[in-house]
């Protein structure tokens, strides 16, 4: 089946440093990813929409300086967390979707900013 | 806009015995697409079964099956013959034919030996 792969899966960094993470469809393209953060034993909220090509789409509340969004191919985008600060540290994880209408996740980054 | 709840925060079940986890949503859309996502404690999301909201006939895969009521908004998803792998967090989701997923706030599920 289609598989998303997420990289770094853990990353730890010191306030006001910048991190990048990747998230790639291995076996299929995906025109759009979407990126979300995760708070302990909460849902997903939808951080932005990753279009290839074109401008990220960001959800209400969510700084587009902050975190900015790079869908550069049909099989990559990333997301960079900007000038981190601890309030940043979460669970982030991207998706895509498939032609079939189904949406494939990645395995998740746990950034930890000290 | 579309809205998905999950009413159980957390459920369990005795293992072999079967378990319903409710999910209604709301949405406009004629057209539209319903999921059930599983996240165990390595986090990755992974699809449990998905139902096409034009297709009367409840999705079914393995040990997983939908009640699908069109009319009441209502997926609930039944799992029969629980077994501890089953543990985790379930998340209800509702797509519609263009890109927005919208996800339930979860539930945690536990099975007891």
């Known amino acids: 089946g289609a598989v998303v792969s997420q990289h770094p899966s853990r990353v730890i960094c010191k306030s006001g440093t910048s991190v990048k993470i990747e998230c790639r469809s291995l076996?299929?393209?995906?025109?759009?990813m979407f990126w979300y953060r995760q708070f302990p034993k909460q849902s997903l909220m939808l951080m932005a929409t990753?279009?290839?090509?074109?401008?990220?789409?960001?959800e209400q509340g969510v700084e587009k300086d902050k975190f900015l969004i790079n869908h550069a191919s049909l099989t990559l985008s990333t997301l960079t967390v900007t000038s981190a600060h601890p309030e940043d540290s979460s669970f982030y994880i991207c998706?895509?979707?498939?032609?079939?209408?189904?949406?494939?996740f990645g395995e998740g980054s746990r950034l930890t900013v000290l | 806009a579309q809205t998905v709840t999950q009413s159980q925060p957390e459920m369990s079940v005795q293992e072999a015995e079967t378990v319903t986890l409710s999910c209604t949503y709301d949405t406009s859309e004629s057209d539209y697409y319903l999921f059930w996502y599983k996240q165990p404690p390595s986090r990755q999301m992974i699809l449990v079964i998905r139902q096409e909201a034009y297709k009367q006939q409840n999705a079914t895969e393995n040990r997983f099956s939908v009640n699908f009521q069109k009319a009441a908004k209502s997926f609930s998803l039944k799992i029969s013959d629980s077994q501890l792998g089953d543990a985790a967090m379930y998340f209800c989701a509702c797509s519609n034919t263009g890109n927005q997923f919208y996800f339930g706030t979860g539930t945690s599920l536990t099975v007891i030996p």
């Open positions: 076996d299929f393209q995906a025109t759009t």
């Open positions: 990753s279009n290839e090509g074109s401008k990220a789409t960001y």
């Open positions: 998706s895509a979707r498939a032609d079939t209408g189904e949406l494939f």
